[in-house]
């Protein structure tokens, strides 16, 4: 079974940046996507930005591609999201996601209905 662990959320100031944290365990191949989505209350769950294992193959939502930035560290089996810039309409709920793969050269899904294992989330508040 995989677990998903998201840590680094918390309160920091507009303009600031954050590294939130997802570590993985339970599984044995580096062929899985991985990928970080954000939700808020009575919201969809949105999509920001997935990775294949595999090869490290990145796919962005196109309103996360000037402040996001994903970071796998295959060793840690934990996948970094950078988000620079921060502004109150980064508020959310961001969960990580994880699903196996059977395609090492594929370009990761980007909808969350594509993700099997979730994490519990962890909170990002952006104060102005």
């Known amino acids: 079974q995989v677990q998903l662990v998201e840590s680094g959320g918390g309160s920091v100031q507009a303009g600031g940046s954050l590294r939130l944290s997802c570590t993985a365990s339970g599984y044995t191949s580096s062929q899985y996507y991985m990928g970080w989505f954000r939700q808020g209350s009575g919201s969809m769950r949105l999509s920001i930005a997935t990775i294949n294992l595999s090869n490290n193959r990145t796919h962005y939502a196109e309103s996360a591609k000037d402040r996001f930035t994903l970071s796998p560290d295959n060793a840690k089996n934990t996948l970094y999201l950078q988000i620079n810039s921060l502004g109150s309409e980064d508020s959310d709920m961001y969960y990580c996601?994880?699903?196996?793969?059977?395609?090492?050269?594929?370009?990761?899904?980007?909808?969350?209905?594509?993700?099997?294992?979730w994490g519990q989330g962890t909170q990002v508040t952006v104060s102005s």
């Open positions: 996601a994880a699903s196996k793969t059977a395609n090492p050269y594929a370009l990761p899904p980007l909808s969350p209905f594509g993700y099997e294992y």
